[in-house]
């Protein structure tokens, strides 16, 4: 099975807050074993996966974690009629894989550096 990276960035760039800031805030109300995940989005140009896919996301000197992707059942909040279910439009995916007009140039250089990385 070969591996494909589809996605760089660097987030102390990316992110309002940095890694260990939004760690040690939510530390401070939040009681954090091993094995929680802490999602704080995706930078621009994110790809979408399918059933089978491996997906490997790292924070330098925090940690890795590695997920198999799989089919699940409809979430709870379906029925409930919460949230919002996902949207494939031209418009998300312009956003999604950094072609918009709104995102920012450095963003953009990311998605070609990851396009032609080896």
Sequence with gaps: MSSQLVQEADIADALIFGSHYVLADIARSTTL??????LTGIPAHSRSVNHGDVVETEITNIGRVRCTIAAGDTPRAAALDVGHAPINSEEVRRVA???????R??????????????
Excluded: F, N
């Design 33 to 38: 074993l091993s094995g929680d995940l802490i």
């Design 97 to 103: 894989l950094g072609t918009d007009t709104r995102v």
């Design 105 to 118: 140039e450095d963003l953009k250089a990311g998605l070609q550096k990851a396009r032609t990385r080896p």
